[in-house]
């Protein structure tokens, strides 16, 4: 992307703005530890250059301040994403190749089993509910829930809240919390 003079102009007269978004909405940038405050900084630029770009006029900084904010919430949630799909398929040591499936710790096993059992004695909207959920937490979107199941993300959201308020009030589920 190349921007004008003007639009340059505009970026870095909003400099400290990308810096404002971080303390204001990241807090504790060591806990992500793939992203230094260096990297969200960068990040932040990005999207303020982004809304120099695109901006059509109005207050220039309450733009930026957004774009600057979706640019780095984009990365956090695909750096997570990442890091959890990776933790679950198990890499092996050179990344190149996926070793033996990822098994869950001990702890977790009561819950699958549980799941497992609930799973067989409930109608199959919940049924998919509840796969959906465990799709959810390896990591995928309801959208690509969606395009496995071969419906739309809506519908998808739909099971997994009328899987949510069936587990909520399960006591199989409680014993094992």
């Not at 190349?2 to 940038?29: F, S």
């Not at 956090?76 to 070793?99: F, H, K, M, P």
């Not at 959208?143 to 519908?155: C, F, P």
Request: proline share 2%; charged share 25%; hydrophobic share 35%.
């Amino acid at each position: 992307m190349r921007l004008t003079e003007e639009q340059r102009l505009k970026v870095e007269a909003n400099m400290g703005l990308v810096g404002k978004v971080i303390a204001d909405k990241v807090h504790g940038t060591n806990q992500y530890r793939i992203y230094s405050y260096e990297d969200l900084y960068q990040i932040g630029c990005i999207g303020l250059c982004k809304a120099a770009a695109t901006d059509k006029g109005g207050c220039f900084s309450t733009y930026a301040y957004r774009m600057i904010w979706n640019e780095i919430c984009d990365a956090l949630i695909y750096v997570n994403l990442r890091a959890n799909r990776e933790l679950l398929t198990g890499w092996d040591n050179e990344c190149t190749q996926v070793s033996e499936p990822y098994k869950e710790p001990d702890e977790h096993q009561g819950i699958e089993m549980v799941l497992s059992q609930i799973k067989g004695e409930v109608c199959p909207t919940i049924q998919k509910g509840i796969e959906a959920l465990v799709l959810k937490v390896q990591g995928y979107s309801g959208k690509e829930i969606g395009e496995k199941y071969g419906v739309s993300e809506r519908l998808v959201a739909a099971w997994i809240s009328k899987a949510r308020k069936y587990l909520k009030s399960c006591p199989q589920i409680q014993h094992q919390i």
